[in-house]
């Protein structure tokens, strides 16, 4: 038989939301050692899953080995001869993200990356995983490749086996074939009255537009897809796997029966839907250099977020007016909405996209009150650079985008690439080189020129007054329980001027109370100072407010009414209609 790494995975305590693994390890290493990662690929954080590990032991037969932790995720096993190991430990799962591992009566999910150990040097062979003994009735959904045994699994190595999340419990389930390739979507946790059939079909409209984008008529790169949705009262989110995803999501915002016209909230869930599938090609194949062998132990860096989650992002509603499930007023509402986070955001004067994909680590990741002020997303500034980069493109009249990403896939064999790969396809679509725009827009600080990039495509951009937060530059949470709270006040901003500090109570604007800070509007006279009320550590103070002479606010664009025959033949090949 082949030598592989057997993993049993089991229920120890639904209520205690304890698993318990089984490693079986033969021919150990006389001084064997493993380690548990520190991270997940895709979420670019230091996460520490040892944290929830436990109770490890070791043995060789009947014979009990010593165990020896070296730090804060590595063991060394003591082994007598080259009998086979086994280890047993708990893991402690009680987190409803994406990201780790959960376990209660109800529902089971897990990542390998935290409840699977590395066996040092043996990374490299198949990885058996076998789920224990489940509750009655209870269903398993991966992508993980079946034996053909009841709950039984094989895959190559464990890289493998921790990029197939594991669901497991009472789910919906829908399938449907594009092109060939076999989709599964499980939704865990959805209200009665759920149009399972709604999303499955806008979903399925999803892949055949990604699908379309990338190969054309030509079979994709795959066999099988899952999409594994997790809704819940409130959350949002995913992660993107190589045959999979992991979905997080409220239950309102699912389709529901009766109810033809999707609002915001399914638009979104639908924007996430594409750009976790996006991630298929771009970011799980197609990938950062930096990433082609993966450290679990440390972070693993890399300037190019900005294309791998910025244009990801870029695609993931374009697609969806593509594939026909928003129409381009929505898109453009969508693309401004983003455009003016982006100019809200002082920190863009700080960070260039490339910086902010190095240091996501400490800073996207670990956001705080003042990552407004000292970052820009490489998400949001990202999908700004990948739209400015495509209608430059279509402008010159070459090529569009699209081509630049279809020929990085062919250049790549859908593999690893740098920023050089790039910045070459850019140039060869474009029939120019790109170096002026790498530097100012993805080296630079400065903000892109969208503007007149939109009306040469035919798009009307016009600055509206945003509310009186954000005039003020304040982000704040409100509501009628807990009134308005400071959540950060921007660089420079009127709101800084005056002294307001994140975690402030806002109560009053001149003499009224105030539960949402808008309701001032009906009273504040433009341009003139006001007294503002607010409670700090407990004691009341009183601030005098300058409001700015002119503030950014929000961005709409709109198709212009009057434009040039290029400029609307550039606007129908970039939205369609
Ligand atoms: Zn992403």
């Not at 949402?516 to 509007?521: F, I, P, Q, S, T």
Request: hydrophobic share 40%; net charge positive; with cysteine.
């Amino acid at each position: 038989m082949r030598r592989m790494v057997d993993i049993l995975i089991e229920i120890a305590d639904a209520h205690a939301h304890l698993y318990r693994v089984t490693l079986r390890l033969p021919r150990p290493a006389p001084m064997q050692h493993f380690s548990l990662p520190v991270w997940i690929p895709g979420s670019y954080m230091v996460r520490e899953f040892s944290r929830h590990l436990q109770n490890l032991r070791a043995r060789q037969g009947r014979a009990e080995c010593a165990v020896e932790q070296l730090d804060k995720c590595s063991w060394q096993v003591r082994c007598a001869g080259r009998g086979a190991l086994t280890l047993v430990y708990e893991v402690y799962a009680f987190d409803t993200s994406v990201r780790t591992a959960f376990l209660d009566a109800q529902r089971g999910f897990f990542n390998g990356t935290s409840l699977c150990l590395r066996a040092a040097g043996r990374e490299a062979e198949p990885h058996r995983m076998r789920l224990g003994r489940l509750p009655a009735r209870w269903q398993v959904a991966t992508a993980m490749p079946p034996t053909g045994r009841r709950h039984e699994y094989l895959c190559a190595d464990y890289d493998e086996l921790v990029d197939h999340p594991v669901e497991l419990g009472h789910f919906w389930r829908g399938e449907f074939a594009v092109r060939g390739v076999a989709h599964e979507f499980v939704v865990a946790g959805a209200w009665p009255g759920f149009d399972g059939q709604r999303l499955l079909a806008d979903t399925r409209r999803i892949c055949e537009a990604q699908i379309a984008f990338w190969h054309g008529r030509a079979k994709p790169p795959l066999s099988r897809y899952v999409f594994l949705l997790n809704a819940v009262e409130d959350g949002y989110g995913g992660l993107e796997h190589r045959a999979s995803t992991a979905l997080i999501c409220a239950r309102r915002q699912l389709p529901r029966l009766g109810v033809a016209e999707p609002g915001d909230g399914y638009v979104t869930l639908l924007g996430l839907i594409s750009h976790e599938y996006f991630h298929t090609w771009n970011v799980k194949r197609l990938r950062p250099r930096d990433f082609e062998r993966v450290d679990y132990g440390r972070e693993n860096y890399t300037r190019l977020l900005w294309f791998f989650e910025g244009f990801t992002s870029y695609y993931d509603d374009l697609l969806l007016l593509r594939a026909g499930l928003i129409d381009a007023p929505r898109y453009l509402r969508l693309l401004a909405k983003t455009i003016s986070g982006v100019l809200a955001t002082p920190g863009r004067r700080l960070q260039s996209v490339a910086e902010s994909s190095f240091d996501a680590w400490v800073k996207y990741y670990r956001s705080d009150e003042n990552t407004p002020n000292a970052t820009i997303s490489y998400y949001a500034k990202g999908s700004l650079v990948a739209l400015a980069l495509d209608l430059s493109l279509r402008a010159g009249g070459r090529g569009s985008l699209d081509e630049v990403m279809r020929r990085l896939w062919v250049r790549s064999g859908g593999g690893p690439i740098d920023e050089g790969d790039i910045a070459d396809e850019l140039s060869k679509v474009g029939g120019r080189g790109y170096d002026a725009e790498f530097t100012a827009w993805v080296h630079g600080r400065g903000d892109l020129p969208l503007r007149p990039l939109l009306a040469q495509a035919g798009i009307a951009w016009a600055d509206e007054a945003g509310d009186l937060a954000s005039e003020l530059g304040l982000r704040v949470s409100e509501g009628a329980l807990s009134g308005v709270q400071v959540k950060s006040v921007l660089r420079g901003s009127a709101a800084e001027q005056a002294g307001v500090s994140a975690g402030d109570e806002l109560l009053a604007v001149d003499g009224w109370r105030l539960r949402r800070l808008d309701d001032a509007r009906s009273w504040l006279k433009a341009g003139k100072p006001f007294e503002l009320t607010l409670v700090r550590d407990q004691r009341l103070r009183s601030l005098r407010v300058q409001p700015p002479k002119t503030s950014a606010g929000s961005v709409t664009l709109k198709p212009a009414e009057s434009v040039t025959p290029a400029a609307r033949a550039l606007r129908q090949a970039w939205l369609g209609a």
